[in-house]
């Protein structure tokens, strides 16, 4: 133990190691998960004198919040309309209740400012909270650095405690028991849905391939379609087959609407599964595949940036700009969404579509712009980050309460205007994906892992103190708001039932939840809710730490 207390390098990548271990650990359908695993062992270390310098925590912090916000920005913004803010109505109740019960157990129960915020942080499973918390109380007036350690060990080990109860809770009442409340087997209602919308096969894993996949290509010989022109062909298919190639004797023909097929000709014809065999029925027999007929596709990822885009269907944009192409997968916030028609784009959705290149080309072009694995640009990054930590810089008297939105809520802010600005303007501000998501998930998990630390030595007189309390008022501040949430989505905003399921996991910013959701289901049908509900929540939530903060001011407890 002593080699991790002189070695603050080995103590935090231990603590990470040992972390995820330990959140690989599964009860029935629910895992810990790495970060509540790496805030576990980090208290256990902290307890034994291990910590690291909190400057660390405060840059991870600041990393994580910003590669936040910049991820869900584009959808953010997207979402400020009549759909994302009918759902935005669970997100609002949801953010008004936690600070509402969270009040009433500081008051009810002489709770300090950190306990009461790490219930809140804990609770509603959003670890952002814990830093804009600790950030906010780190500010307030006439408090002692002493006291500044104390509350911001107690946030950390309220939020451990809390998350754990709270975590059960969203992912048993999502995934298991609102589906017999509403008496609907989830996997047959997301079905229906899912047939009415026209999708593809949802049941696949992530390692999976269809066996017989929906878009295919075929040769076929003609012997009883001639005369047709190729444009003939793909309207009697509504749109849903193109010809790629045209072999006549020994020629390959030029690929052209006006021309017309004669017999003995060989087609190329590819599209959905179902239409290409239909469109074989009219033209005559298959055939083993023909030399220089076979057409390479291309594919590529678009990212919508077009507002005159933005809000259609996928069917709509089939009939208006995809001549000749197919979509293949749609990704919002990281998380797929159904190929269906009925699927409605946003700004910033990365739309994988297949077909001739020009083709391909020609629709980026309509949409927005194709998605390249640019460096990331840190001049951007650094700048954005900049401008989040004087914005939280900046304090608000509100009555007797002082308000500030500190480093984490400035960060999510800048991270938001930065990620929708690239998405408007993709030549500039270049923050990868895969780089956005591993700034994120590593920021967090060391913001996590020193927090935990710095909490340990405070963990055990807290835990005594309140040995009931915690499970109770997480178990409380989940139940409370996600059945206010069922209320409300049925009885008011009229969403359908598996949608509102991925809603209200979302509305708690709970991947667990809408992971277990999503597997009950074997569709992907309940992301529709979830990702406007999680891109909404997601700024909203870590907000409502320094505004717990700044209505309880310094309270000690009792």
């Given amino acids: 133990m002593s080699l991790l207390r002189e070695n603050a390098v080995l103590a935090l990548f231990t603590c990470l190691a040992l972390g995820y271990i330990v959140g690989k650990l599964r009860v029935g359908p629910i895992t810990l998960g790495g970060i509540c695993g790496t805030l576990i062992v980090s208290m256990l270390l ?100 002493q006291q500044v350690t104390e509350l911001q060990g107690h946030v950390a080990t309220a939020y451990s405690v809390c998350y754990l109860f709270g975590l059960i809770s969203i992912v048993m009442l999502t995934s298991q028991i609102f589906p017999l409340i509403m008496r609907i087997k989830l996997a047959d209602a997301s079905r229906e849905i899912w047939e009415r919308m026209r999708g593809d096969d949802p049941s696949l894993e992530a390692d999976e391939q269809a066996a017989l996949p929906s878009l295919v290509g075929r040769t076929y010989f003609v012997s009883q379609g001639e005369g047709s022109t190729l444009r003939q062909l793909e309207d009697a298919a509504d749109r849903q087959v193109t010809v790629e190639g045209v072999v006549r004797g020994t020629r390959v023909m030029k690929v052209a609407p006006d021309l017309r097929l004669q017999r003995g000709d060989r087609v190329l014809v590819v599209g959905r599964r179902a239409a290409v065999m239909d469109t074989g029925h009219e033209l005559g027999p298959e055939t083993p595949g023909v030399p220089g007929l076979d057409s390479p596709l291309a594919v590529k990822q678009v990212v919508v940036t077009q507002k005159a885009v933005s809000g259609k269907t996928l069917g709509a944009l089939k009939a208006d700009v995809a001549d000749g ?164 989505g049925r009885r008011f ?50 907000l409502t730490g320094p505004l717990l903060v700044g209505m309880l001011g310094l309270r000690m407890g009792g």
Wanted: proline content about 5%.
């Fill in 46 to 145: 902290g307890a034994q004198k291990v910590s690291v310098n909190s400057d660390v925590k405060n840059v991870a912090f600041a990393l994580f919040i910003f590669s936040l916000g910049y991820m869900a920005g584009p959808q953010f913004f997207a979402n400020l309309n009549a759909k994302g803010l009918r759902f935005g109505v669970l997100c609002l109740m949801e953010a008004v209740v936690v600070i509402g019960l969270a009040i009433a157990f500081a008051t009810g129960f002489n709770l300090d400012t950190g306990t009461a915020s790490g219930i809140l942080a804990g609770s509603a499973t959003e670890s952002a909270v814990v830093g804009t918390a600790q950030d906010a109380i780190a500010k307030l007036p006439g408090i002692t650095s």
């Fill in 325 to 488: 192409v197919f979509f293949t997968d749609v990704e919002r916030v990281d998380h797929h969404l159904p190929v269906s028609a009925e699927t409605e784009l946003h700004t910033g959705d990365s739309v994988t579509v297949v077909g001739a290149r020009s083709r391909v080309e020609a629709f980026a072009a309509k949409v927005g712009a194709t998605v390249r694995q640019d460096a990331a640009d840190y001049i951007y990054i650094s700048i954005g980050i900049c401008l989040g930590v004087l914005l939280g810089m900046v304090n608000v008297k509100l009555g007797s309460a002082n308000l500030t939105l500190g480093t984490g809520g400035g960060c999510l802010i800048s991270g938001l205007i930065f990620g929708w600005l690239r998405a408007q303007r993709p030549t500039f501000g270049a923050y990868p994906p895969v780089a956005a998501q591993t700034a994120k998930d590593l920021g967090l998990s060391v913001f996590i892992a020193v927090t935990g630390m710095a909490a340990g030595p405070d963990a055990g007189p807290l835990l005594k103190q309140y040995p009931l309390l915690l499970p109770l008022a997480g178990i409380t501040m989940v139940v409370v708001p996600a059945f206010l949430g069922l209320f409300i």
């Fill in 493 to 542: 905003l009229k969403i359908e039932k598996p949608i509102l399921i991925g809603a209200i996991a979302g509305q708690q910013c709970s991947t667990p939840a809408i992971t277990a959701v999503t597997n009950v289901a074997q569709s992907s049908v309940p992301m529709l809710g979830y990702t406007i509900t999680y891109t909404l929540s997601n700024f909203l939530l870590p």
